[in-house]
Nanobody, 124 residues
Framework: QVQLAESGGGWVQAGDSLRLSCTAS????????MGWFRQAPGKDRVFVAGITAGGYSTYYSDSVKGRFTISRDNAKNTAALRMNSLKPEDTAVYYCALRRPDGGFYSADEYDYWGQGTQVTVSS
């Protein structure tokens, strides 16, 4: 069983940067593609960024492309989401998740393991 824990959220002003971290326990982290999702109050959980198991390919939603960067370090069982030029509309709870072996990246239904989330608040 894999457990995920996010950290690094906080309150920032528009234009600032944050780096979220995701730490995994368990031996199978490196065999899973993973993704970051976010959920704003009253809205669905939506895809933000994804990365393949080996870290060679990355995927982003149009709303964060060019501002956010996803990465992973399989030797340390960690992943990160670097967020630059933050906007108030980026305010949400951010979750990391491990994807099913044969799943796609963009739907939350394709992910089996989730962290508890970390709050990011961006003020204007």
């Amino acid at each position: 069983q894999v457990q995920l824990a996010e950290s690094g959220g906080g309150w920032v002003q528009a234009g600032d940067s944050l780096r979220l971290s995701c730490t995994a326990s368990g031996p199978t982290f490196s065999s899973h593609a993973m993704g970051w999702f976010r959920q704003a109050p009253g809205k669905d959980r939506v895809f933000v960024a994804g990365i393949t198991a080996g870290g060679y390919s990355t995927y982003y939603s149009d709303s964060v492309k060019g501002r956010f960067t996803i990465s992973r370090d399989n030797a340390k069982n960690t992943a990160a989401l670097r967020m630059n030029s933050l906007k108030p509309e980026d305010t949400a709870v951010y979750y990391c998740a491990l994807r099913r072996p044969d799943g796609g990246f963009y739907s939350a239904d394709e992910y089996d393991y989730w962290g508890q989330g970390t709050q990011v608040t961006v003020s204007s």
